[in-house]
Protein backbone atom coordinates (compact mmCIF):
# COMPACT_ATOMS: atom_id res chain seq x y z
CA UNK A 1 0.00 0.00 0.00
CA UNK A 2 0.60 3.52 -0.93
CA UNK A 3 0.87 6.07 1.90
CA UNK A 4 2.88 9.40 2.98
CA UNK A 5 3.93 10.68 6.24
CA UNK A 6 4.52 14.63 6.92
CA UNK A 7 6.52 14.86 9.79
CA UNK A 8 5.75 18.27 11.25
CA UNK A 9 2.03 19.30 11.78
CA UNK A 10 2.88 23.18 12.21
CA UNK A 11 5.82 25.19 10.47
CA UNK A 12 6.73 28.84 11.39
CA UNK A 13 8.87 30.64 9.78
CA UNK A 14 10.27 34.35 9.18
CA UNK A 15 9.67 35.92 6.24
CA UNK A 16 12.54 35.68 4.19
CA UNK A 17 13.95 32.92 5.47
CA UNK A 18 14.24 29.22 4.26
CA UNK A 19 11.40 27.00 4.45
CA UNK A 20 11.46 23.54 4.71
CA UNK A 21 8.46 20.83 4.97
CA UNK A 22 9.56 17.34 5.41
CA UNK A 23 7.88 14.17 4.14
CA UNK A 24 8.56 10.60 3.94
CA UNK A 25 6.60 7.62 1.59
CA UNK A 26 5.90 4.60 1.55
CA UNK A 27 5.94 2.79 -1.45
CA UNK A 28 6.38 -1.07 -2.95
CA UNK A 29 6.23 0.88 -6.50
CA UNK A 30 8.37 3.41 -7.82
CA UNK A 31 5.94 6.34 -6.71
CA UNK A 32 4.60 9.27 -8.33
CA UNK A 33 4.59 11.66 -5.43
CA UNK A 34 3.05 15.44 -5.48
CA UNK A 35 2.63 18.77 -3.13
CA UNK A 36 -0.33 20.30 -2.84
CA UNK A 37 -1.36 23.65 -1.50
CA UNK A 38 -4.71 24.97 0.41
CA UNK A 39 -4.54 28.40 0.95
CA UNK A 40 -7.79 29.45 3.14
CA UNK A 41 -11.48 29.82 1.22
CA UNK A 42 -9.25 28.25 -1.91
CA UNK A 43 -8.99 24.89 -3.61
CA UNK A 44 -5.88 22.84 -3.67
CA UNK A 45 -3.37 23.62 -5.92
CA UNK A 46 -0.53 21.68 -7.56
CA UNK A 47 2.77 22.99 -6.67
CA UNK A 48 5.03 20.56 -7.92
CA UNK A 49 5.30 16.68 -8.80
CA UNK A 50 7.63 13.87 -9.29
CA UNK A 51 7.13 11.12 -11.63
CA UNK A 52 10.22 9.42 -11.85
CA UNK A 53 12.18 11.43 -14.26
CA UNK A 54 15.10 14.29 -12.59
CA UNK A 55 14.57 13.71 -8.67
CA UNK A 56 14.96 16.88 -8.20
CA UNK A 57 11.61 19.06 -8.91
CA UNK A 58 10.67 22.84 -9.54
CA UNK A 59 7.23 23.95 -8.96
CA UNK A 60 5.53 27.19 -8.64
CA UNK A 61 6.29 30.17 -6.70
CA UNK A 62 9.42 29.22 -6.24
CA UNK A 63 9.09 25.53 -4.38
CA UNK A 64 10.98 22.46 -5.37
CA UNK A 65 11.45 18.99 -3.58
CA UNK A 66 13.83 16.49 -3.81
CA UNK A 67 13.35 12.67 -4.36
CA UNK A 68 15.35 10.59 -1.92
CA UNK A 69 15.01 6.43 -2.74
CA UNK A 70 17.24 5.89 -0.35
CA UNK A 71 15.49 8.02 2.54
CA UNK A 72 12.36 7.68 0.94
CA UNK A 73 11.88 11.01 1.13
CA UNK A 74 10.47 13.63 -0.67
CA UNK A 75 10.63 17.09 1.54
CA UNK A 76 9.69 20.83 -0.01
CA UNK A 77 11.85 23.37 0.05
CA UNK A 78 12.14 27.28 -0.74
CA UNK A 79 15.05 29.54 -0.16
CA UNK A 80 12.89 32.56 1.31
CA UNK A 81 9.23 32.64 2.56
CA UNK A 82 7.14 34.95 1.73
CA UNK A 83 3.71 36.57 3.59
CA UNK A 84 1.30 34.73 0.77
CA UNK A 85 3.29 31.25 1.31
CA UNK A 86 1.21 30.81 4.46
CA UNK A 87 -1.39 27.87 3.97
CA UNK A 88 -1.74 24.19 4.74
CA UNK A 89 0.96 22.07 2.91
CA UNK A 90 -0.50 18.40 1.63
CA UNK A 91 2.38 16.03 0.62
CA UNK A 92 0.40 13.49 -1.69
CA UNK A 93 1.60 9.81 -3.35
CA UNK A 94 -0.07 8.49 -6.59
CA UNK A 95 -1.88 5.18 -6.16
CA UNK A 96 -0.65 2.05 -8.36
CA UNK A 97 -3.92 2.00 -9.49
CA UNK A 98 -5.06 2.90 -13.20
CA UNK A 99 -7.10 5.49 -12.60
CA UNK A 100 -5.49 8.28 -10.37
CA UNK A 101 -6.24 7.89 -6.63
CA UNK A 102 -4.49 10.23 -4.55
CA UNK A 103 -3.42 9.46 -1.18
CA UNK A 104 -2.57 12.37 0.71
CA UNK A 105 -0.93 13.44 4.14
CA UNK A 106 -2.16 14.55 7.30
CA UNK A 107 -0.80 18.38 5.93
CA UNK A 108 1.35 20.96 7.17
CA UNK A 109 0.46 24.25 8.32
CA UNK A 110 2.97 27.20 7.62
CA UNK A 111 2.87 30.26 9.17
CA UNK A 112 4.86 32.87 8.33
CA UNK A 113 5.62 36.25 10.49
CA UNK A 114 7.17 39.22 9.37
CA UNK B 1 -13.53 31.25 -14.42
CA UNK B 2 -12.77 27.57 -16.05
CA UNK B 3 -11.95 25.91 -13.17
CA UNK B 4 -14.13 23.28 -10.88
CA UNK B 5 -17.00 24.71 -8.90
CA UNK B 6 -18.77 23.20 -5.99
CA UNK B 7 -22.44 24.10 -5.31
CA UNK B 8 -22.97 25.42 -2.19
CA UNK B 9 -20.33 26.34 -0.76
CA UNK B 10 -21.37 25.83 3.12
CA UNK B 11 -24.12 24.05 4.20
CA UNK B 12 -25.45 23.47 7.81
CA UNK B 13 -27.90 21.02 8.25
CA UNK B 14 -29.55 19.27 11.23
CA UNK B 15 -28.96 15.79 12.19
CA UNK B 16 -31.27 13.34 10.15
CA UNK B 17 -31.47 15.57 7.35
CA UNK B 18 -30.54 14.64 3.32
CA UNK B 19 -28.73 17.13 1.58
CA UNK B 20 -27.14 16.91 -1.83
CA UNK B 21 -23.95 18.46 -2.75
CA UNK B 22 -22.74 19.51 -6.46
CA UNK B 23 -19.62 19.97 -8.71
CA UNK B 24 -18.82 21.22 -12.37
CA UNK B 25 -15.83 19.95 -13.82
CA UNK B 26 -13.92 21.48 -16.00
CA UNK B 27 -15.71 21.13 -19.40
CA UNK B 28 -13.24 18.31 -21.00
CA UNK B 29 -12.36 16.89 -18.22
CA UNK B 30 -13.73 13.45 -18.22
CA UNK B 31 -12.54 12.09 -14.70
CA UNK B 32 -13.83 13.03 -11.57
CA UNK B 33 -13.79 12.23 -8.16
CA UNK B 34 -15.31 13.03 -4.69
CA UNK B 35 -12.91 13.61 -1.65
CA UNK B 36 -13.92 14.34 2.08
CA UNK B 37 -11.69 16.22 4.29
CA UNK B 38 -12.18 16.28 7.79
CA UNK B 39 -10.27 19.22 10.28
CA UNK B 40 -6.55 18.58 10.45
CA UNK B 41 -6.71 15.61 8.18
CA UNK B 42 -5.49 15.66 4.37
CA UNK B 43 -8.27 14.84 2.17
CA UNK B 44 -9.41 11.10 2.02
CA UNK B 45 -10.65 9.75 -1.31
CA UNK B 46 -14.73 8.85 -1.74
CA UNK B 47 -15.34 7.88 -5.12
CA UNK B 48 -14.65 8.28 -8.90
CA UNK B 49 -16.30 8.71 -12.37
CA UNK B 50 -14.98 8.18 -15.82
CA UNK B 51 -17.46 9.30 -18.10
CA UNK B 52 -20.86 8.36 -16.43
CA UNK B 53 -19.26 5.32 -14.99
CA UNK B 54 -18.84 5.36 -11.30
CA UNK B 55 -15.63 2.89 -11.55
CA UNK B 56 -14.33 3.00 -7.65
CA UNK B 57 -15.84 3.76 -4.18
CA UNK B 58 -13.96 3.63 -1.16
CA UNK B 59 -14.99 2.00 2.19
CA UNK B 60 -15.83 5.37 3.56
CA UNK B 61 -18.54 5.69 1.63
CA UNK B 62 -21.43 3.99 3.35
CA UNK B 63 -24.80 3.33 2.41
CA UNK B 64 -26.12 6.67 3.12
CA UNK B 65 -23.86 8.26 0.80
CA UNK B 66 -24.74 8.08 -3.12
CA UNK B 67 -22.88 9.76 -5.69
CA UNK B 68 -24.13 10.10 -9.71
CA UNK B 69 -22.51 12.15 -12.70
CA UNK B 70 -25.68 10.98 -15.36
CA UNK B 71 -24.43 12.65 -18.37
CA UNK B 72 -20.83 12.45 -17.72
CA UNK B 73 -20.64 16.31 -16.75
CA UNK B 74 -21.66 17.52 -13.39
CA UNK B 75 -21.60 14.99 -10.06
CA UNK B 76 -23.98 15.28 -7.27
CA UNK B 77 -23.20 13.46 -3.80
CA UNK B 78 -26.34 12.92 -1.51
CA UNK B 79 -25.53 11.91 2.24
CA UNK B 80 -28.92 10.85 3.62
CA UNK B 81 -29.60 10.73 7.54
CA UNK B 82 -26.61 13.29 8.21
CA UNK B 83 -24.99 12.30 11.20
CA UNK B 84 -22.43 14.61 12.94
CA UNK B 85 -19.64 12.40 12.44
CA UNK B 86 -20.40 14.00 8.53
CA UNK B 87 -19.19 17.30 9.33
CA UNK B 88 -16.45 17.96 7.10
CA UNK B 89 -15.32 19.64 3.16
CA UNK B 90 -16.41 17.79 0.71
CA UNK B 91 -14.37 18.46 -2.36
CA UNK B 92 -15.06 17.63 -5.77
CA UNK B 93 -11.24 17.05 -8.34
CA UNK B 94 -11.31 16.23 -12.22
CA UNK B 95 -8.64 15.86 -14.91
CA UNK B 96 -8.40 15.34 -18.63
CA UNK B 97 -9.14 11.97 -20.58
CA UNK B 98 -5.60 11.85 -21.77
CA UNK B 99 -2.65 11.58 -19.86
CA UNK B 100 -1.51 13.08 -16.75
CA UNK B 101 -3.48 10.51 -14.67
CA UNK B 102 -2.65 12.58 -11.58
CA UNK B 103 -3.23 16.34 -12.28
CA UNK B 104 -6.15 16.74 -10.66
CA UNK B 105 -7.80 20.10 -10.11
CA UNK B 106 -9.89 20.85 -7.58
CA UNK B 107 -13.14 23.02 -6.48
CA UNK B 108 -12.98 24.98 -3.44
CA UNK B 109 -14.83 22.58 -1.86
CA UNK B 110 -18.28 22.52 0.20
CA UNK B 111 -17.98 22.74 3.62
CA UNK B 112 -20.73 20.52 5.57
CA UNK B 113 -21.65 21.89 9.35
CA UNK B 114 -24.42 18.97 10.92
CA UNK B 115 -25.74 20.46 14.35
Known amino acids: AQSVTQLDSHVSVSEGTPVLLRCNYSSSYSPSLFWYVQHPNKGLQLLLKYTSAATLVKGINGFEAEFKKSETSFHLTKPSAHMSDAAEYFCVVGGTDSWGKLQFGAGTQVVVTP | DTGVSQDPRHKITKRGQNVTFRCDPI?????LYWYRQTLGQGPEFLTYFQNEAQLEKSRLLSDRFSAERPKGSFSTLEIQRTEQGDSAMYLC?????????????FGPGTRLTVT
Open chain 2, 93 to 105: ASSPPTGKLYEQY
Open chain 2, 27 to 31: SEHNR
